[in-house]
């Protein structure tokens, strides 16, 4: 690739939304091209000029009740729509002028029977979601938020090391299992750490590597009759998820580095434990 | 001639009779008064229990992205009592057709609605800066000189760098706000956008080309 070549495509390969190969590729001119590899400093500066030091906008707490209490009159408006009844107020009021008239007794009966009848409304409406049929789905969002709030709560690793003779041990030690951890440095997946997690009932290994400046959360546990083995990928909230499985053990990848990146990962992780 | 109280007598009597014949539907269309009544509180009370399930999963759903919304608002219109109401609208606009969304990024689909609200304002207000604004100035400074030690030097000076930025024409402060501050994918910005990727990349390049030039301009209008 020429200069001109890599001009073009620097944008990308700074968002990291290029292709691995591609990837690999510019990584290699920048090493050699002392021009381009300003100008990619300059263009990382400035983005991370754009991202720490302009002012980020955030919403101010009257702005919050504002559209709350927007949206709540919101749903009052539907609800008067909705009753073809323009000024009658939409639920008869319980201290209405008719209520000596009507005998107490059966309005309790009534009411119960309302309430019976909204409860298996709501239960219909609420159980599907909830339903076995999502297992995967429920354990995806489990995963998004587990590799959320390793970030978060800057709780990435237990044990903080790029050496997986002492990730491994430890891990080893803490579990009923025992993980592989490749080192995948030389690939550029370098391992940050390992970590123990609580997913689907069970204690988990948790290992993070790390590419460019995202990270990959990878989950292991053994594989058990329940868990689909199946390969899997799946994007959510801008968040990848790749799934696979060997014979032992069942891995969760989750990132958000591109498709590609996270592609090659699992693939470069599975070489290496068919190796050990 | 019937006397007075012959006439009463009958009157009562009548009365009476007329009460017994139509007791049964006095107390009939009381019964059938309270199975209506019934009837449509149990209807409000199931649209009720629907708009306040719909209303729940709505603010589940796209409360924690107002930061993100008012954000991209207020940088594109430069004005924090523009940017609340158009937040606000696009909310309500949101909520209206929420039930026809079907995707899952939410927080995506929330800022499509609040980009086309706040460029609805900004096309009503006339605001001119929806084409490029200060070029000519920018073309009498020799921009091209400007070095990445230069970008590292003012990288922190927020004052100078949001000038820059909102000395940008909005379609470059969106991008750069989309990608850099809300970390979206160029999918996602694609989608919000209605543009291809391929354009996403290409006008990234740009504003981050123009950016650099204003940074440049102001450095060396300060010396």
């Given at each position: 690739m020429n200069c001109e070549e890599i001009a073009d495509l620097m944008g990308g390969y700074l968002d990291g939304e290029l292709d691995a190969l591609?990837?690999?590729?510019i990584e290699q001119h920048l090493r050699d091209c002392n021009k381009c590899e300003e100008g990619f400093e300059a263009d990382t500066a400035l983005a991370h000029a754009i991202t720490q030091s302009a002012p980020y906008y955030k919403a101010t707490a009257e702005l919050r009740q504002r559209i709350q209490s927007s949206l709540r009159d919101a749903v009052g408006a539907k609800d008067k729509d909705g009753s073809g009844q323009p000024g009658q107020p939409s639920v008869p009021r319980p201290q209405g002028e008719r209520r000596p008239v009507v005998s107490q007794v059966?309005?309790?009966?009534?009411?119960?029977?309302?309430?019976?009848?909204?409860?298996?409304?709501?239960?219909?409406?609420?159980?599907?979601?909830?339903?076995?049929p999502n297992a995967d789905q429920f354990l995806a969002t489990q995963l998004i938020?587990?590799?959320?709030r390793s970030l978060m709560a800057n709780h990435l690793t237990d044990i903080p090391s790029s050496d997986q003779h002492t990730v491994k041990p430890w891990l080893d030690a803490k579990l009923d299992f025992a993980a592989p951890v490749p080192d995948l440095s030389s690939h550029g997946f370098?391992?940050?750490?390992?970590r123990l997690d609580y997913l689907d009932n069970r204690s988990v290994a948790a290992l993070v590597y790390q590419?460019?400046?995202?990270?990959?959360?990878?989950?292991?546990?053994?594989?058990?009759?329940?868990?689909?083995?199946?390969?899997?990928?799946?994007?959510?909230?801008?968040?990848?998820?790749?799934?696979?499985?060997?014979?032992?053990?069942t891995y969760w990848a989750v990132s958000d580095v591109n498709i590609n990146d996270l592609q090659s990962f699992k693939q470069l992780f599975e070489q290496q434990t068919v190796r050990h | 001639m019937a006397s007075v109280a012959e006439v009463n007598g009958f009157k009562n009597i009548m009365a009476a009779t007329l009460e017994a014949e139509y007791a049964f539907d006095v107390e009939d269309l009381r019964s059938r008064t309270k199975v209506v009544k019934f009837a449509v509180v149990q209807r409000h009370e199931e649209e009720g229990a629907a708009q306040e399930h719909e209303l729940a999963s709505f603010e589940a759903m796209m409360l924690p992205c107002m930061d993100a919304a008012h954000n991209l608002a207020r940088w594109l219109l430069r004005n924090e009592q523009d940017a609340q109401d158009v937040v606000q609208e696009a909310y309500l606009r949101a909520f209206r057709s929420f039930a026809g969304f079907r995707g899952s990024n939410g927080r995506a689909w929330l800022l499509t609605i609040v980009r086309n609200t706040a460029y609805t304002l900004l096309k009503k207000n006339r605001t001119a800066d929806l084409t490029t604004a200060f070029d000519e100035e920018i073309h009498a400074t020799d921009y091209k000189s400007v070095s990445p030690a230069t970008i590292l030097e003012h990288a922190e000076d927020?004052?100078?760098?949001?000038?820059?930025?909102?000395?940008?024409?909005?379609?470059?402060?969106?991008?750069?706000?989309?990608?850099h501050q809300e970390n979206l994918s160029y999918n996602e910005i694609g989608d919000i956008l209605k543009i291809p990727i391929g354009t996403v990349m290409s006008r990234l390049a740009r504003a981050r080309g123009k950016l650099k030039q204003y940074l440049a301009a102001s450095v060396s209008q300060e010396k």
């Open positions: 591609t990837s690999q590729k059966p309005w309790n009966w009534l009411a119960l029977a309302a309430a019976i009848i909204l409860g298996a409304l709501i239960t219909a409406v609420f159980l599907p979601r909830m339903g076995a938020a587990s590799h959320v370098p391992l940050i750490g390992g590419k460019r400046k995202h990270f990959i959360n990878l989950f292991i546990w053994p594989t058990t009759p329940k868990d689909n083995t199946a390969q899997t990928m799946v994007e959510r909230e801008g968040y990848h998820l790749v799934h696979w499985s060997d014979g032992d053990f | 927020a004052e100078l760098i949001k000038n820059a930025m909102d000395g940008l024409p909005a379609e470059f402060r969106e991008i750069l706000i989309l990608r």
